[in-house]
């Protein structure tokens, strides 16, 4: 148990329709990152959001787009649904750590059990 | 060409064998997780790592950043240990993923 939850769990949308995934982060953790994984490969990092704001993205279209709520919860959106989307998205929570530089970067992550995204 | 890079893919292993798992990178990092995925989907943080190495019962990693190559090892290997071991860096605010190594362990 991570103390992450994601929701819905499993759902299934057609193409062109819109979806929003849940994330509740653990307890303490200001920092949220979202993965897409498709069957067979390896997640893929979709963006990051730190204190409300997105600090990080991978190479993903402006179609994906994220929100993170005062209370460090996160949504992502998936606007114009296409076949490829369908996928397990995960998300990850995580609180900043300090590099022996001084430079904050990302904690460890503690990820949710994935939504299932199947795009018909 | 992938940023990282994991061999095996798949791995086979009897109880008790002792288990080497390697990642190779092409970006400067500021960290390296190790992490474990059982069928389902959940994923587990087993180590992150910016320097030498770490332990946490029978399972050990380490890297070497001149190198750029990180290994997990598994010591007295067990069926409960079957399950997809995904290696990912961070640069910047940036993750990279390895595509995973399965790996069964057979009693």
Known sequence: ETGVTQSPTHLIKTRGQQVTLRCSSQSGHNTVSWYQQALGQGPQFIFQYYREEENGRGNFPPRFSGLQFPNYSSELNVNALELDDSALYLCASSFPRRSSGGALSTGELFFGEGSRLTVL | ?107
Not at chain 2, 11 to 31: D, H, K, M, R, W
Not at chain 2, 51 to 68: M, V
């Open chain 2, 1 to 107: 060409k992938n940023e990282v890079e994991q061999s095996p893919q798949n791995l086979t292993a009897q109880e008790g064998e002792f288990i080497t798992i390697n990642c190779s990178y092409s970006v400067g990092i500021s960290a390296l997780h190790w992490l474990q995925q059982h069928p389902g989907g959940g994923i587990v943080s087993l180590f992150m790592l910016s320097s030498g190495k770490k332990k946490h019962g029978r399972l050990i990693a380490t890297i070497n950043i001149q190198e750029k190559h990180s290994s997990l090892h598994i010591t007295a290997s067990h069926p409960r240990d079957s399950a997809v071991y995904i290696c990912a860096v961070l640069t910047g605010n940036q993750f990279y993923f390895g595509t995973g190594t399965s790996l069964t362990v057979i009693p």
